[in-house]
């Protein structure tokens, strides 16, 4: 599968989310079956592009079934930021995908492999999923029992079930960039002088959470919809 073809997939949700979601979220009933049939939406996009650049690899299958019982399609992305909301680690997953295929256009980053960026996205943060709890104000909190590091455990996860290139493990695991902390901030640079998929999949994880699904910081509220294809 390439870029072009899964831009038309996220072309084809974004005008489907435009048409669910109509004028505006409704209220009560209404809102649960419009936010459910955005859900189905998601999930199917992810599988159509997760089947075009895994579908031959050896664990593409069981990795996508660990994803689907381990509640990566109704899983907030995060726990008051961005996409907060059921669906919305699904929802963010894609969000960088489109980034991510709109900065490899881009001369800074023509050279990147773009296949590579874009596995790297759709698995980057399935760490997530499972891991935030409903509280009883309707929001969530985050639970990490496991404490493995992100980036780290996302290849982990992963690894379990499919083997990962070494660009693609590079690619999620300094997702994070420098958040991860300043202690990284040496091996940080070395990896993105080396690797500039791990870097264009950052900017295009920021990209996602801080253009793409904005947050009114105000009070809290955020788009439940998917941003991406336009």
């Not at 901030?185 to 996602?208: G, K, Q, S």
Request: hydrophobic share 35%; charged share 25%.
């Amino acid at each position: 599968m390439n870029s072009d073809q899964i831009a038309d997939i996220l072309g084809q949700l974004a005008h489907t989310t435009r048409e669910i979601w109509g004028d505006g979220p409704a209220d009560g009933e209404e809102l649960t079956r419009q936010k459910e049939a955005l859900g189905e939406r998601y999930e199917k996009a992810f599988y159509l592009i997760y089947g075009g650049m895994f579908g031959d690899r050896e664990g593409a299958t069981e990795l996508y079934q660990y994803l689907m019982d381990g509640g990566f399609f109704i899983s907030p992305a995060s726990a008051k930021h961005h996409l907060a909301v059921r669906f919305g680690l699904v929802a963010h997953t894609l969000n960088v995908v489109a980034a991510a295929i709109d900065l490899c256009t881009t001369e800074k980053f023509s050279g990147c492999d773009e296949d590579t960026v874009i596995r790297a996205a759709l698995l980057h943060d399935i760490c997530k999923m499972g891991k935030y709890k409903g509280t009883q104000n309707d929001g969530f909190q985050y639970q990490d029992n496991r404490m493995l590091g992100h980036g780290e455990e996302s290849v982990i996860m992963a690894q379990q079930y499919m083997k990962l290139t070494d660009k693609e493990i590079r690619c999620i695991r300094w997702h994070m960039g420098a958040y991860t902390g300043e202690r990284d901030w040496n091996t940080l640079r070395r990896v993105y002088d080396n690797c500039p998929e791990a870097l264009c999949l950052h900017m295009a994880d920021m990209i996602a959470t801080y253009i793409m699904e904005k947050v009114d910081r105000y009070d809290g509220k955020c788009d439940h919809r998917y941003s991406g294809g336009d």
